[in-house]
């Protein structure tokens, strides 16, 4: 079956700029969550949908938003870019979101913001 | 709380000899600790999981780890490692919070 899909793969945007990842899970999965990676920091969990809901939210400002359709397909938004917002964006799915169910995760979206 | 320590930034191992990777966890409660690899450039594979049973549990790509309560510790392990392992692997715990908390991972080297 076909894995957690994101897109674009790769990103590059200008400070002050807003972007827009999508991620599409597996098939039947109906949470998905978005983590931020960075050398400095690790992963972060930025938050998580199941139905069309934010079940979930990290310590993150509010420029970083998201959504998640009925489809279960999820997009995150990030406005006003900032030189720290560089990093690989990864989206995770899972059949419910119970703890015992672990995450499917994407390849990532790499973000540079320039 | 829930925290996860991996306390090895980077391990290098020789092509064909044992490899164990530390992981420690707190939390009050039985956690659930998964561990993931993450290949260069890729997003993270779950390796296995344990949230309760046996404290030995088997994933892929020929990988175990043990859960040691009085310890508090949920350490990788493998036999007989190849060239292929070298990655980044992290260790995670879910308790009060489903949501994981991920540790900051440790980087395998394979020498051949």
């Known amino acids: 079956k076909a894995g957690v899909t994101q897109t674009p793969r790769y990103l590059i945007k200008t400070r002050g700029q807003q972007v827009t990842l999508s991620c599409s899970p597996i098939s039947g999965h109906r949470s998905v969550s978005w983590y931020q990676q960075t050398p400095g920091q690790g992963l972060q969990f930025l938050f998580e949908?199941?139905?069309?809901?934010?079940?979930n939210k990290g310590n993150f400002p509010g420029r970083f938003s998201g959504r998640q359709f009925s489809n279960s397909r999820s997009e995150m938004n990030v406005s006003t870019l900032e030189l720290g917002d560089s990093a690989l964006y990864l989206c995770?799915?899972?059949?419910?979101?119970?703890?015992?169910?672990?995450?499917?995760f994407g390849s990532g979206t790499r973000l540079t913001v320039v | 709380a829930q925290s996860v320590t991996q306390p090895d930034i980077h391990i290098t191992v020789s092509e064909g000899a044992s490899l164990e990777l530390r992981c420690n966890y707190s939390?009050?409660?039985?956690?659930?600790l998964f561990w993931y690899v993450q290949s260069p450039g890729q997003g993270l594979q779950l390796l296995l999981k344990?949230?309760?049973?046996?404290?030995l549990v088997q994933g892929i790509k020929g990988f175990e780890a043990e859960f040691k309560r009085s310890q508090s510790s949920f350490n990788l392990r493998k036999p007989s490692v190849h060239w292929s392992d070298a990655a980044e692997y992290f260790c995670?715990?879910?308790?009060?919070?489903?949501?994981?908390?991920f540790g900051r991972g440790t980087s395998l080297i394979v020498h051949p």
């Open positions: 995770a799915s899972s059949r419910e979101g119970r703890k015992e169910d672990g995450y499917t």
């Open positions: 949908y199941f139905s069309e809901t934010q079940r």
């Open positions: 939390y009050g409660a039985t956690p659930y």
């Open positions: 995670a715990v879910a308790g009060g919070s489903y949501i994981p908390t």
């Open positions: 344990y949230f309760s049973g046996d404290t």
